[in-house]
C-alpha cells in the first residue's frame, strides 16, 4: 500500500542524484516510522547496496545526510546508529515531511495545532509591535490574495503568505525562521481544513480580524484573534476527520 511519500520527489529512483535522494528518504521515513528504533543500527552497508544497487560512496553520502538531520551518529567500527527522538532536527523540511507522512493523521493535526497555539499568538502580539508599514502591507497583500480566490487550491499560497509574513514581522529573526520552516505543516492542515465546503467564508473573517488588530497595533487583539482562528480552524479538522475519517492530503 502506498504512502504519501511515494509521491514525493524521493519516489523515482534515478541515477545520481535522485537516486542518493530516494535513499536517504526510505531510510529517513524507516526511522521515524518506527521501523528503526533510537539505538538501532542501519542494516549492513553490505546489505543496502545490494538493496539499492548502488555505489559506496552514494551510500556513504546518504548516511551523512541523515547524520546532518540528527537522526542517526555515525561511529567508527559501530557503524551509523539511530539517534534518540529528541535529538532529531524536527524542524529541517524533510524530517518534518516524514514526520507528516509517519504519524497517524490525528495525531499529527494535533501535535501541529499545539504547536501553533503556542506560537502563532506570541508571534502575532509581537508584530503588532514591531512590524514596520512595508510588512504590514505584506501581511495586506496576502490577505488581498486569499479574498479574490476563487479555489482553495488558489486559497493556499496566500494563507500561507499571511502567517510567514506575520513571523517575519516580528523582527525577530528566529521567529521568522520557524515559522518559514513550519510552513510545510501548515500547508498540510490548510489542504485538511479546505476540504470543508464553506471554508472561505469561514476563514476570511478569522484573518482580517488578525489583520485590523495589527493594523492597529494592538497586540492583544492580535493574540486574541490569533486563538479565536486557531481555536476555530481546530474544529473545522475535526469535522472533516470526523466525517471522512483518514483524508488524503497527496
Known amino acids: 500500500m502506498k504512502t504519501r511519500a511515494d509521491h514525493s ?12 535522494g530516494r535513499i536517504v528518504s526510505e531510510l529517513g521515513l524507516a526511522i521515524i516510522g518506527g ?27 546518504a548516511v551523512r545526510v541523515l547524520v546532518a538531520k540528527g537522526l542517526v551518529v555515525s ?12 535529538e532529531w532536527h524536527m524542524l529541517d523540511p524533510d524530517v518534518l515531511y516524514w514526520l ?13 495545532l499545539e504547536v501553533r497555539q503556542i506560537f502563532e499568538p506570541a508571534a502575532a502580539a509581537l508584530a503588532a509591535r514591531a512590524a514596520t508599514d512595508e510588512q504590514l502591507a505584506g501581511i495586506a497583500t496576502a ?5 479574490a480566490a476563487k479555489t482553495t487550491a ?36 490548510i489542504i485538511l481544513s479546505s476540504q ?8 476570511l473573517p478569522r484573518h482580517k480580524a488578525i489583520l485590523t488588530a495589527l493594523q492597529a497595533r ?4 492580535a493574540r486574541q484573534a490569533t486563538l479565536v482562528q486557531l481555536d476555530e480552524t481546530g474544529d473545522d479538522i475535526n469535522s472533516v476527520l470526523a466525517n471522512d475519517g483518514r483524508v488524503n492530503l497527496a
Open 9 to 20: 520527489t524521493y519516489s523515482a529512483p534515478a541515477e545520481g542524484k535522485s537516486q542518493h
Open 35 to 61: 521501523e528503526l528504533q533510537p539505538g538501532d543500527k542501519l542494516p549492513p552497508e553490505a546489505q543496502l547496496l545490494e538493496r539499492y544497487e548502488i555505489s559506496r560512496p552514494v551510500l556513504r553520502e
Open 75 to 86: 561511529r567508527q567500527r559501530a557503524g551509523a546508529i539511530v539517534r534518540p527522538r529528541n
Open 100 to 112: 507528516i507522512q509517519a504519524q497517524p493523521q490525528r495525531d499529527f493535526v494535533q501535535t501541529l
Open 143 to 147: 490577505y488581498e490574495g486569499m479574498a
Open 154 to 189: 488558489e486559497l493556499l499560497e496566500p494563507d500561507l503568505a499571511f502567517h510567514r509574513r506575520i513571523a517575519e514581522a516580528t523582527g525577530n529573526d528566529l521567529l521568522a525562521y520557524i515559522g518559514n520552516m513550519l510552513s510545510l505543516a501548515l500547508r498540510e492542515s
Open 196 to 203: 470543508l465546503p464553506n471554508t472561505h467564508e469561514l476563514s
Open 218 to 221: 494592538d497586540p492583544l487583539g
